[in-house]
């Protein structure tokens, strides 16, 4: 039999708790572009072009690529995503917009019509990876329900967090930009975590028997380059 792990069932509720909210904030926002103008294009805070996209986003079309920089919108320099954002939000749909865009010591001009973000890149951008997290977070509380104070649950319950919230905000984190601290904290932590369930499922491997504290040092690379993202 499995040795109980005692943790108080609150930091349970907690988690599960910040699944929701994570959830809500990510859909609602992603709700709030359908049928708006966008660039025809997502992009990060650092201003830089993000992975999420269509094959039909005039963006693509035009040859923007994944972490192209976006220096210029019409000529005014640009520093932040939300810049590129505001440039366009208030554009008639088609209005051709010149992109300064810097790549491999290169500069360009990339000339790309404003879009309009519908509901068919609502579901195919943002639905299908935000589905495939909440069935991740399911799992985790799910499991841990069926076998609570185990502590492999915690761990299974700690990397469907990890990994369901990286999957959820992936949009966000190229749209809106309120979760991108907790969604590189997640990335920092997935590998780690899936580790430690490996060392401990089904059965706690041999290693630990000789180095106990392995179970959780290998945690320390992880919040240090994570510590290092979140004061830069």
Known sequence: MKKRFQI???IFYGIAALMIVIGIICFVKALYWVNKP???FLVYKEAFVGSFK???????KAGLKYVERIAAVDGQQVIEGQEVL???KDKEPKTPVKYLVQSKGQTREVVVPVDVFTVKDFLLVFFIVFLGGSIIYAFGITVYLLKPNLRVSWVFLLSSLWLGTY???GFEIQSSYILIRFHYLCL???PPTLFHLFLIFPDKKLVLSRWPALEYLIYVPALLIAVGYQIN
């Open 8 to 10: 108080p069932s609150l």
């Open 38 to 40: 966008f660039p025809g």
């Open 54 to 60: 269509s094959r039909d986003w005039p963006g693509i």
């Open 86 to 88: 505001d440039a366009v």
């Open 167 to 169: 999957m959820i905000s």
């Open 188 to 190: 920092c932590l997935i």
